[in-house]
């Protein structure tokens, strides 16, 4: 059982659409990240959210934590080729000893 | 400023042998974090260090694995004898006080294939 289910596993998209990927769990969080890995790297932080409800943007990408501090989602608007990669969820909960626990990840494919 | 290293990058061995994984963090980072990811599963806790204090080890999976981090600098994680269910890519990150408050870095792997 992941302790973060990240859903869509894989997602292949044109570019110029609009797409958004969705981390949930039945435990509450105190903050929750959001990375993105390229092939041969290590993931890279893209955000750190730590209040329910609280919205983030960069450039084209919004990420927002649940009110509930159980979930959260990133949108993409209007896909480029260059945001092609694995995003990857993790956050820290006291419910797992506030050690940083992954999501599976979604891998994205923006087709140009 | 140099990031995250770890060596080797890739490493194919036999059962039963041993393999010596090496992170060296970015410099000034007193907090060291090892993770691993197996095949189609999530990237998962391994332990932590704080200098060479071995802070949380909760996430080693037995013990045939063993981290140090003599002198509070670069870390090692051995496993002796690996296993087939080993084989996974194993993650370093630094970070240069507690997470979240600050970033972690992440090396880019180590993928240890057991054969």
């Known amino acids: 059982t992941q302790l973060l289910e990240q859903s869509p596993q894989f997602l292949s998209i044109q570019e110029g659409e609009n797409l958004t990927v969705y981390c949930n769990s039945s435990?509450?969080?105190?903050?929750l990240q959001w990375y993105r890995q390229e092939p041969g790297e290590g993931p890279v932080l893209l955000v750190t959210?730590?209040?329910?409800?609280e919205v983030k943007k960069l450039k084209r990408l919004t990420f927002q934590f649940g009110d509930a501090r159980k979930d959260s989602s990133l949108h993409i608007t209007a896909a480029q080729p260059g945001d092609t990669g694995l995003y990857l969820c993790?956050?820290?909960?006291?419910?797992?000893?506030?050690?940083?626990?992954f999501g599976a990840g979604t891998i994205l494919r923006v087709k140009s | 400023e140099a990031g995250v290293t770890q060596f080797p990058s890739h490493s194919v061995i036999e059962k039963g042998q041993t393999v010596t994984l090496r992170c060296d963090p970015i410099s000034g980072h007193d907090n060291l974090y090892w993770y691993r990811r197996v095949m189609g599963k999530e990237i998962k806790f391994l332990l932590h260090?704080?200098?060479?204090?071995?802070?949380?080890e909760s996430g080693m999976p037995n013990n045939r694995f063993l981290a140090e981090r003599t002198g509070g600098t670069y870390s090692t994680l051995k496993v002796q004898p690996a296993e087939l269910e080993d084989s996974g890519v194993y993650f370093c990150?630094?970070?240069?006080?507690?997470?979240?408050?600050?970033?972690?870095?992440f090396g880019p792997g180590t993928r240890l294939t057991v054969l």
């Open positions: 959210v730590v209040t329910g409800g």
């Open positions: 993790a956050g820290f909960s006291m419910e797992y000893g506030n050690k940083l626990v």
């Open positions: 260090f704080v200098k060479e204090s071995k802070q949380d």
């Open positions: 990150a630094s970070s240069q006080g507690r997470v979240p408050i600050f970033e972690q870095f």
């Open positions: 435990s509450v969080f105190s903050s």
